[in-house]
C-alpha cells in the first residue's frame, strides 16, 4: 500500500529549535521544541496541550528583542504523544498575517 502524499500549500523545512511562545493569558512565556517550519506555520512540541483555535505569538529568536521575528499565530491541532518521554504534545500552528501600515 502507497502512503498518500501530504498536500500542503508551503513546503516544510526541518527546524530543530527552542522557540518562545507567548499570549495574552499569561504573564509569562512558555518554551517549545520546534520541529518544521515553513510561509505558513510550524509544527512544534510543548510540555503542555494547546488548543485549537488559540492565539498566540511564536518568538523564533529568543534573544527577546526583535518584533520582526514575533509570528501571530492560531493553534490549528494539537494531539497527545503516545509514550513520550518529555513532551507529551504535538501542536501545528498557522501563522497569522500582520497588518501593514
Request: glycine share 6%; with cysteine.
Amino acid at each position: 500500500m502507497q502512503a498518500k502524499p501530504e498536500v500542503r500549500r508551503n513546503e516544510r523545512f526541518g527546524h530543530d529549535y527552542i522557540i518562545k511562545l507567548e499570549d495574552d493569558m499569561s504573564p509569562t512565556p512558555y518554551y517549545a521544541l520546534s520541529q518544521d517550519l515553513s510561509e505558513s506555520g510550524m509544527q512544534f512540541k510543548p510540555l503542555f496541550e494547546l488548543h485549537p483555535g488559540s492565539h498566540l505569538r511564536v518568538v523564533l529568536n529568543n534573544d527577546g528583542l526583535s518584533s520582526q521575528n514575533q509570528v501571530p499565530a492560531r493553534v490549528v491541532w494539537c494531539k497527545e504523544l503516545g509514550n513520550a518521554a518529555t513532551f507529551r504534545f504535538a501542536v501545528g500552528v498557522e501563522f497569522l498575517k500582520t497588518p501593514r501600515n
